[in-house]
């Protein structure tokens, strides 16, 4: 079972290098953790012992956690990790994971704004400026601030500062509460398939949730003359390279929807009105609409959003993505997530053609 020493040892863990904090500041965590209420007398107990084992200091009254204590919560964490602060050990596990895939991450981070999740004890939010400015992400020093205040979660926007169109079309599918994951995986494939057969191979990444993402980076290109909006019920639109992307994932969507009538949706509608489909969400293509980045992890499962061949989709399990695995695979080959620019000139006709009906 965590002991008090495991839930104090755990505060001081996720605290960067040389962090000291004051004794009542581990007395309402270890509190809080272990689910009843411990003294001053008590909790200084508890850490006089951590300091006679070598695995935390005190100075002045506040204390750290020393290397020998980090090594020594590598190894102890595994044993009890049902019974530790969940939240803490997302930002723990985020601390030891995203040196490994950094590179990769900034990627998709570098030159956009970046909004990012902050995780706490029982709370979360999407932090999207520091002050007046919105967020940028641009180096491994970056990375790491944030994750010094429990940012582990990175959704980059998907265009550039100032651009008017998204360097990627990405589609998300989100699956409602009913539907099966054979039946998402199923989807996935089919909407695949289109864009392959018009010489498109898009990447795939599991979302780090119960969904996935297809995405494609395009050759610059111009709107055709002939695009008009696809006409929707719910909003007026404007004819754009957002609309046009956006009017891409319903295509898709309708194509998919003549091999698999019944179990797909391009509709944004209350998620308890699709609880049996899957929507091809085009709702994030638009300015300032954001993505989940390759190799994140997702602020509520702990779960990396890693990508996939496609012949791994059918056998996939979201176990596959916890962060340990997903390290261990990054270090053997690299980042997966290749976005090759591809012509889309024959494919764009046949949206076009679409969007007029």
């Not at 994932?249 to 797909?264: H, M």
């Not at 929507?279 to 992890?297: C, E, N, Q, T």
């Amino acid at each position: 079972m965590a002991t008090p020493e495991d839930h104090a040892l755990t505060s001081l863990a996720i605290k960067r290098r040389g962090k000291f904090v004051d004794l009542p500041h581990i007395q309402e965590k270890v509190s809080r953790d272990s689910g009843r209420k411990f003294s001053e007398a008590e909790t200084k107990g508890f850490l006089d012992s951590l300091i006679k084992r070598g695995l935390i200091e005190e100075r002045a009254g506040e204390y750290a956690i020393t290397d020998a204590g980090r090594k020594y919560f590598e190894s102890r964490w595994r044993q009890i990790a049902g019974e530790l602060n969940q939240d803490y050990l997302k930002v723990y596990r985020a601390k030891q994971y995203y040196p490994h895939v950094v590179d990769a991450l900034l990627e998709f981070c570098r030159d956009r704004w970046v909004s990012v999740f902050r995780l706490f004890t029982g709370r979360a939010w999407l932090q999207r400026k520091l002050g007046p400015k919105y967020i940028t992400i641009k180096s491994a020093k970056d990375v790491e601030k944030w994750l010094d205040v429990h940012g582990i979660d990175f959704i980059p926007y998907i265009h550039r500062v100032n651009s008017d169109r998204p360097d990627w079309l990405v589609i998300d599918f989100d699956a409602g509460e009913k539907v099966p994951m054979e039946k998402t995986k199923q989807v996935v494939q089919e909407a695949h398939e289109v864009l392959y057969g018009y010489g498109i191979e898009p990447a795939i990444k599991f979302s780090g949730s119960r969904g996935y993402q297809i995405w494609v980076q395009f050759k610059p290109h111009k709107l055709s003359s002939d695009y008009r909006p696809k006409q929707l019920k719910t909003e007026r639109r404007e004819r754009n390279y957002f609309s046009f992307y956006a009017d891409i994932v319903r295509f898709i969507e309708s194509r998919v929807a003549e091999k698999l009538p019944g179990l797909t949706t391009a509709e944004t509608a209350k998620k308890e009105a699709r609880a049996d489909r899957i929507l091809f969400d085009a709702s994030i293509i638009k300015p300032m609409g954001d993505v989940r980045a390759p190799y994140s992890m997702h602020f509520k499962t702990g779960l990396i959003s890693m990508p996939l061949e496609l012949k791994e989709l059918k056998k996939f399990e979201p176990g596959q993505a916890d962060p340990e695995l997903v390290a261990e695979r990054y270090e053997k080959r690299g980042n997966e997530f290749k976005l090759e620019p591809v012509d889309g000139s024959e494919f764009f006709e046949e949206v076009v053609k679409w969007c007029m009906r």
